[in-house]
């Protein structure tokens, strides 16, 4: 089984580039099957039934949509497998950008917008530094030279990445994605995570609802970085 | 560019799926080309062909050749490699940026100096009427100075071997000179427009329809006399323009 993990910012093209990807991997003879999740409400099953490929949606509800990604990373390729399937194709929430679900040896994409400004490759963090591809979608909507700067920061950020030029609509960058996952090898047992994702048990995720100070527990970090426990 | 570079574009396919009638053309330096046809007919899709050196591997099924060989893989994605600068629709900057800012990163993208920053706000201030500087902030610039700005990043930044450029004419520059610096010299220029003036100054036009190249015209010796005169015309409106954008009555000696 291969496995390629989309993640990126909300709204930034996941959908339609992991869309691209899979017509494409079909017309090379493989058999994808896609895994959405999200954490309140999605409607990309919708469209990813029009590929006729096995889909399946899942919501993280109270949880991190990322953490809750990593739990389910077995059951997902176990169902993929009993869909005789040859590549599973996962897209993410993409809210948490501390978090990456990206395991050692899945292929890692990062989708991001190239309209949210040259900044963002600086703001998202792993998603975006432990990637190994990057696709840069809507392009189509700013200049050359925007669309350089952009790749150019991106790469400043993530100097190994393979940086492709995608567009989300026409499909763009599909066929260099397509040559990279043909390229990627397959999951193993015993994966492990790229990243530690944050830690972020505290008085608030077990359902504490007052704001004042002390009411809270665990680790705490303050606005000047101070960072403390309170508790046992 | 000491020899003359060549682009070949080898047809595809068109809306229907099927051939387009232009099989294959070829453009070499120093040559201004045209693209003309309605909305839709392909244009753009054309324009960005080009610009990703396609190789069979667009909705098109277009192949784009220089010098007659498919290009190496890094020439189509490096932008310290590229060979094709584009001007595109796209009016207006996002980059939460300042002029100067985004200047220099281009130009550490495209491996050039960064010295070359005032001097493209420089060359721009020359193309539009109203005058930028190193200090403003990207996403305030007008269309005629966003424009202006990607005009003269072309001509010092990108500098490129082939220039696209996808309509120039509404947008509040001098369209002829912004044509004459995009060309540079012995440069290979692809121009979308709708504009008389603008297309009859091409030698050579790829008619567009359907998502097709459906056929190539040769200017004729009366279109280049018409050209001709409609650019007198047009020095004067944009003389009118200027005086009466300065407050001055027309006719009347400022
Ligand atoms: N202009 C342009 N629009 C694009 C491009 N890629 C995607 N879009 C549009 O952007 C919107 C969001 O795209 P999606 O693929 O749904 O994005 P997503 O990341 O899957 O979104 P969520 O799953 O909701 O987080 C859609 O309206 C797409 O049609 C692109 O390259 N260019
Ligand atoms: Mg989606
Ligand atoms: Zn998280």
Same mark, same amino acid.
């Given at each position: 089984?291969k ?6 910012t909300p709204?930034?093209?996941k959908t339609?580039v ?10 090379r003879?493989?058999r ?10 999605t409607?990309?099953d919708k469209?990813?039934?029009r ?10 509800k ?5 953490h809750?990604a ?5 059951e997902?390729?176990?169902w993929?497998g009993q ?8 897209e993410?929430a993409?809210?948490?950008l ?23 490759p ?11 591809v990057?696709?840069?979608t809507?392009?189509d909507m700013?200049?050359q ?6 790749r150019e ?10 940086a492709?030029?995608a567009?989300?609509l026409?499909g763009?960058?599909?066929?260099e994605?397509?040559?990279i ?8 047992k015993g994966?492990?995570?790229?990243n ?6 505290c ?7 007052r ?9 705490l970090r303050?606005?000047?970085s101070?960072v ?5 | 560019?000491?020899?003359?570079m060549?682009?070949?574009?080898k ?11 232009v ?5 070499e330096?120093?040559?201004i ?5 309605p909305t ?11 610009e990703?050196?396609?190789? *069979?591997?667009?909705?098109?099924h277009?192949? #784009?050749l220089i010098?007659?060989?498919? &290009?190496?893989?890094?020439?189509? !994605?490096?932008?310290r490699r590229?060979?094709?600068a584009?001007?595109?629709q ?6 939460d ?6 200047l ?7 491996g050039k100096p960064?010295?070359?920053?005032p001097?493209t706000v420089?060359?721009?201030n ?6 930028l500087?190193?200090d ?9 100075q966003s424009?202006a700005l990607?005009?003269?990043?072309i001509a010092?930044?990108?500098d490129?071997?082939?220039?696209l450029?996808?309509e120039?004419?509404n ?9 004459? *610096? ?6 290979? #220029?692809i121009?979308?427009t709708?504009? &008389?003036?603008l297309?009859?100054? !091409? ?9 097709g ?5 040769e200017?004729?010796?009366r ?7 409609l ?7 944009i003389s009118l323009r200027e005086?009466i954008?300065?407050?001055?009555m027309?006719g009347?000696?400022?």
């Amino acid at each position: 089984m291969k496995y390629v993990v989309f993640a990126g910012t909300p709204g930034s093209g996941k959908t339609s580039v992991l869309m691209s990807l899979a017509k494409t991997m079909q017309e090379r003879g493989f058999r994808p099957s896609i895994v959405k999740i999200d954490c309140l409400w999605t409607e990309d099953d919708k469209r990813l039934l029009r590929l006729g490929l096995p889909v399946r949606v899942a919501l993280s509800k109270d949880m991190c949509p990322d953490h809750f990604a990593i739990y389910n990373i077995e059951e997902m390729i176990a169902w993929a497998g009993q869909e005789d399937s040859d590549l599973l194709l996962n897209e993410t929430a993409g809210l948490c950008l501390r978090c990456a679900p990206f395991t050692e040896s899945c292929l890692a994409v990062c989708v991001i917008d190239v309209t949210s400004g040259p900044n963002t490759p600086l703001k998202v963090g792993p998603l975006l530094t432990s990637a190994d591809v990057v696709m840069m979608t809507k392009g189509d909507m700013v200049s050359q030279a925007e669309r350089e700067v952009f790749r150019e920061r991106v790469l400043e950020a993530n100097p190994t990445c393979q940086a492709i030029e995608a567009n989300g609509l026409t499909g763009k960058g599909s066929t260099e994605l397509a040559d990279i996952v043909t390229r990627w090898g397959h999951v193993t047992k015993g994966m492990r995570l790229r990243n530690n994702p944050p830690f972020s048990i505290c008085t608030l995720c077990a359902g504490e609802t007052r704001v004042e100070k002390e009411h809270h527990r665990g680790i705490l970090r303050h606005m000047d970085s101070f960072v403390e426990y309170q508790g046992e | 560019m000491s020899e003359r570079m060549t682009l070949t574009i080898k047809g595809g396919i068109d809306k229907s799926g099927i051939d387009e009638p232009v099989r294959s053309i070829t453009v070499e330096g120093g040559e201004i080309v045209g693209i003309v046809g309605p909305t839709g007919s392909g244009k753009s899709t054309l324009i960005s062909d080009i610009e990703q050196l396609a190789q *069979l591997d667009t909705p098109s099924h277009r192949m #784009v050749l220089i010098n007659g060989e498919r &290009p190496e893989w890094s020439v189509r !994605t490096d932008p310290r490699r590229k060979l094709v600068a584009q001007l595109s629709q796209s009016m207006h900057f996002l980059a939460d940026m300042d002029v100067g800012e985004f200047l220099k990163m281009h130009a550490k993208s495209r491996g050039k100096p960064a010295s070359l920053a005032p001097e493209t706000v420089d060359l721009a201030n020359t193309l539009c009427g109203e005058p930028l500087s190193v200090d403003d902030h990207l996403t305030t610039l007008s269309g005629g100075q966003s424009r202006a700005l990607m005009t003269a990043d072309i001509a010092l930044i990108s500098d490129s071997p082939i220039v696209l450029i996808d309509e120039i004419e509404n947008a509040g520059i001098r369209k002829q000179e912004a044509l004459h *610096l995009l060309s540079g010299e012995g440069k290979i #220029v692809i121009v979308v427009t709708h504009d &008389p003036i603008l297309a009859l100054l !091409t030698a050579r036009r790829v008619a567009m329809s359907n998502g097709g190249m459906s056929k190539i015209i040769e200017r004729s010796e009366r279109e280049r006399t018409m050209c001709s005169r409609l650019a007198e015309v047009d020095n004067m409106l944009i003389s009118l323009r200027e005086v009466i954008r300065n407050g001055h009555m027309v006719g009347e000696q400022p």
